[in-house]
């Protein structure tokens, strides 16, 4: 019936997060601090212009559990440092700094108003492991060792910005649509989950700077 569809689809949204948990080897306990950003993110969406779904379940399938394809790629190890670039609403880094605590994490969005509400979040979720910064990418030296992004530019551009951030054995990590073309020197990669509302693909260059 219609009055029991929000719900459903909220249960669906809610299984393809705890697949993805699972395939990770990752606590399902996770769901709730995931959930909580979800819905912070639909209460302000609008406000801060963060996303344009405006459903806890549409932001759940379509960023939340799309933010883990990123970790099927390449797990966030103990003391790795990723910078996540345009983080905007905290996708994908929020959402891998939720989930691997172990790893350091550099949420870099350059509208104040959008990196305030991620310091909000960082607060609200006890999060010790990240860190704001409301700056743009340019600003930044090459001290990481996965830079990633959502949506970010053109692809070409994308990928030189974030490889600009990485250490010499470092990795990029771009999100793309599917009509993107991979340049030669890139890794495109089908990572596509069922109920995980995005194309799944995404672009890697291990050793973006050229290796030692």
Same mark, same amino acid.
Not at 16 to 45: F, G, I, K, W
Not at 59 to 85: C, G, N, Q, Y
């Given at each position: ?19 993805? #948990? ?9 769901? %709730? ?11 302000? /969406? ?15 399938? &379509? ?23 345009? %983080?905007?609403? @905290? ?6 700094? *939720? *989930? ?8 870099? =969005? ?28 340019? =600003? ?20 030189? /910005? ?6 010499? =054995?470092?990795?990029?990590? #771009? ?17 596509? &989950? ?5 194309? @799944? ?12």
């Amino acid at each position: 019936m219609d009055g029991n569809r929000p719900r459903t689809l909220l249960d669906g949204s809610i299984a393809a997060l705890s697949a993805l #948990l699972r395939e990770l080897y990752l606590p399902q306990n996770l769901l %709730s601090m995931l959930l909580a950003h979800a819905a912070a993110v639909a209460t302000d /969406a609008d406000r801060l212009g963060l996303v344009s779904e405006r459903t806890i379940d549409a932001i759940v399938s &379509r960023h939340t559990a799309d933010s883990l394809l990123f970790a099927l790629v390449k797990r966030p190890l103990p003391e790795d440092a990723w910078v996540d670039v345009g %983080s905007g609403a @905290g996708f994908p880094g929020l959402v891998l700094a *939720c *989930c691997f605590p172990e790893a350091r994490f550099t949420l870099v =969005e350059p509208q104040k108003r959008r990196a305030g509400f991620l310091e909000l979040q960082l607060h609200q979720l006890g999060l010790k492991n990240t860190e704001v910064l409301a700056a743009r990418a340019v =600003e930044l030296e090459p001290v990481f060792d996965v830079a990633t992004a959502r949506a970010l530019a053109e692809p070409l551009l994308a990928l030189e /910005a974030l490889k600009s951030l990485v250490k010499p =054995e470092g990795s990029v990590l #771009l999100a793309v649509g599917d009509r993107a073309i991979a340049p030669p020197d890139v890794t495109d990669l089908d990572v596509a &989950r069922a109920g995980v509302d995005s194309p @799944g693909r995404i672009f890697m260059i291990a050793e973006a700077r050229g290796g030692a």
